[in-house]
């Protein structure tokens, strides 16, 4: 009998906008890669014990913000993520020495399925995250991430492009934002062309912290 | 010696927008002055002792939401309103029944400056309020705004193609947004081809209360 891999969420956690409406800024590049000015939508994120653990660090704080980013790891058992969350190189891949963004050990710890144009074999790495490029498009990536996931959710880290894709397809059960205090005057629009409301989502959770807005949005309640 | 018109300041208050960044729903009628939904946005604003005494209530709220509803109204010697915020009458105006949404004695106490493109006699409220009709354009308008202000700032009411094209015009100097957790999905977006970081604004204040992320945006600093 196959594993059943119908039960398990499509979730979008700690997805950051700009009052503006921006989840990146313009020009990523590998020094900056949240685009210009990027960086500032993420400043409830890096105080946060979950972050700094992350990044290997001690102690960060346990409040609000920190629930999130830990809720956006719990019971998932898959991420997608777009190239450009992967890295900053387009076109072909020149070698295999580019491993993410994320040093030897990625803090996914399970199988990671990115969207790309362009084949490369999969990319074990330390603390069981497996990197596979996935050539045929957003429902493959969705089915294989499914299957990877065993019944637990699927997450979809980014950036802006790939969760638009997913949002436009009705395949994201729920969305976490978090709208931060910042202007960034160009870049990638989450809602740019798209009418939540007419896909299905309602605010079903919003708690202010001193550093964000964070809502919870959800499908067809 | 003319009266020195050019001390004060143009200032937006209490405007409120969307996580999907619309600062009125679509579709204003009588019944619905914001646009359908655009209620929503303001649920922040409602239980304040400011707006309760608009209202003609007693009671409310004096926290940090009243707090940012009563900054925009200290200082404020005239204001601009666009006709929709004025009324939801369009084209000529059929005879002079139609005197705004707030009854005998509006909220302004002050000369208020409505754009439209229909002449009409000045109309002198209960209470210190004049309506003035400019036929002119939005220079006009702010021109008469800071003189009738005598030194005393300016507010721009909204709505929001009126906020737009003064920004467009680098002409205010002060935006307080209050991002409210609700989506409209569609109707007027606040941002929609405008990149407020060229127009030279940065965010210079935020607070969050349970109902709002309440942003100051202000140029050239």
Request: net charge negative.
């Amino acid at each position: 009998m196959p594993t059943d891999t119908s039960s398990g969420r499509v979730r979008v956690h700690c997805f950051s906008l700009s009052i503006d409406g921006f989840g990146a800024g313009p020009d990523q590049t590998l020094e900056q890669p949240l685009g210009v000015g990027g960086g500032t939508l993420h400043e409830w994120f890096f105080p946060t014990r979950t972050f700094r653990q992350m990044t290997g660090e001690d102690g960060g704080s346990t409040g609000v913000d920190d629930a999130f980013a830990v809720r956006g790891f719990e019971g998932v058992g898959a991420w997608i993520l777009g190239r450009n969350m992967f890295g900053p190189i387009r076109g072909d891949w020149p070698d295999g020495a580019w491993k993410g963004w994320w040093g030897d050990t990625p803090p996914y710890h399970c199988p990671v399925f990115v969207l790309t144009h362009h084949a490369r074999a999969p990319l074990v790495m330390e603390g069981g995250t497996t990197f596979h490029f996935v050539t045929d498009g957003i429902h493959s990536a969705l089915r294989q991430a499914r299957e990877a996931a065993a019944g637990k959710d699927v997450r979809i880290g980014g950036g802006v492009a790939t969760v638009q894709q997913y949002l436009r397809e009705r395949l994201i059960d729920e969305l976490h934002l978090a709208i931060a205090p910042t202007l960034l005057g160009s870049g990638e629009r989450l809602f740019a062309g798209l009418d939540p409301v007419q896909l299905g989502y309602h605010c079903v959770e919003h708690v202010t912290t001193p550093s964000a807005l964070h809502v919870v949005l959800r499908r067809g309640e």
